[in-house]
């Protein structure tokens, strides 16, 4: 999040002060693979009712995202276990996935994910997955590489502000295109997880929703033993 403020007193009190302008950066919608910023309306700023033009600067694909503040980081944190799955049948076709294996899939609940602070001071995850145990560094501009039904895909992640991205490509299909987004709603409590898919640039998006519900952690008295 970038903040513009019109004085100085105003930069240094921006958290409270109507007359600061929060520009966000956001996908491009001139470049899927590229990035450009967005403002948002103040009290004391219509940027829709302005007398001349402005122009906001366009963000290439090699500009880095930024990291994520530590109470980004802090709303992650925790258990969180799946409770609501949108469109999976449809992003499996989209992948061309067989049948057999649509239906596997659909058998098959997502995993909890517990995110935790690592000691490397990055955002991880840890996922059980057929009785392994999958560690992910959520660093900007990390890389990772997933292979699953014999598929491997190499992972970049970004952080966009408190939105933790992905973009993925998978080996030897260099048309298909895929990215994924994750984000803790304002409750605190609901973890979105959203994918998109497309074989080729010509089709529309396939789109994948998971919804997670933080587990509750009880502590046990260790009093009188």
Known sequence: ?????????????????????????????????????????????????????????????????????????????????????????????????????????????????????????????HTTMFGKVVDEQYKEGGTSTKEKFGIKTILTYHWEGDKLTYTLVKEGSPLEEAKSARWIEPDGETMVSESHFRPNPNVDWATLRRFYKKKEVKEKSQRGR
């Open 1 to 125: 999040m970038v903040h513009a403020c019109r004085t100085a007193e105003e930069h240094r009190t921006h958290r409270t002060s109507p007359n600061c302008v929060q520009v966000r950066v956001v996908d491009s919608a001139m470049d899927d693979a590229g990035f450009g910023l967005a403002t948002q309306n103040t009290p004391s700023l219509n940027w829709g009712a302005l007398r001349s033009p402005v122009l906001l600067p366009f963000l290439g694909r090699q500009t880095e995202m930024g990291s994520p503040t530590e109470a980004d980081i802090d709303r992650f944190c925790g258990t969180w276990s799946a409770v609501k799955v949108e469109g999976r049948e449809e992003f499996l076709k989209a992948m061309k996935l067989p049948w057999v294996l649509r239906k596997l899939a659909a058998t098959m609940p997502p995993p909890d994910m517990h995110f935790f602070r690592h000691a490397d001071t990055y955002l991880h995850s």
